[in-house]
């Protein structure tokens, strides 16, 4: 992030939007609006796009939910694409249009 503008680079985007769960989690957050999430239900809806089932199950929903706190959120939080709560284990998204743009091209580049 450029802390003179506050904006991200077009490298740093690229390099947060390289996980896949990452880009999930962006999308899941953009989907359920303004306010926070948990970082379980935040959890639940990933590890449910990830199940072929459509029911990711309590080990998946747990494990996605330790990988997010751990690796994930703080990434995303560093670079101000969200802001994250430890204490409450909450998570909300802050609107960036170099993220956004770079998300929807992917979506309409899938065949």
Same mark, same amino acid.
């Not at 990434?75 to 694409?81: G, I, R, V």
């Not at 802001?83 to 284990?89: G, N």
């Given at each position: 992030?450029?802390? @003179?503008? %506050?904006?991200?680079?077009?490298?740093? !985007?690229? /390099?947060?939007?390289?996980?896949?769960?990452?880009?999930?989690?962006?999308?899941?957050?953009?989907? #359920?609006?303004?306010?926070? *999430?948990?970082?379980?239900?935040?959890?639940? %809806?990933?590890?449910?796009? +990830?199940?072929?089932? %459509?029911?990711?199950?309590?080990?998946?929903?747990?494990?996605? !939910?330790? +990988?997010? &706190? #751990?690796?994930?959120?703080?990434?995303? !939080?560093?670079?101000?694409?969200?802001?994250?709560? *430890?204490?409450?284990?909450? *998570? @909300?998204? /802050? @609107? &960036?249009? *170099?993220? +956004?743009?770079?998300?929807?091209? !992917? @979506? +309409?580049?899938?065949?």
């Amino acid at each position: 992030m450029d802390a @003179s503008t %506050g904006t991200i680079s077009i490298d740093e !985007a690229f /390099r947060l939007l390289a996980d896949r769960r990452r880009r999930q989690a962006i999308r899941y957050l953009q989907a #359920h609006g303004d306010g926070a *999430v948990s970082v379980d239900e935040l959890a639940a %809806g990933i590890a449910d796009l +990830e199940s072929a089932a %459509g029911d990711g199950g309590e080990d998946a929903v747990r494990r996605t !939910a330790i +990988e997010l &706190h #751990h690796a994930h959120l703080p990434k995303l !939080a560093d670079a101000d694409l969200v802001d994250f709560d *430890v204490v409450d284990a909450t *998570v @909300s998204y /802050r @609107s &960036h249009a *170099v993220v +956004e743009d770079l998300l929807r091209a !992917a @979506s +309409e580049s899938r065949v």
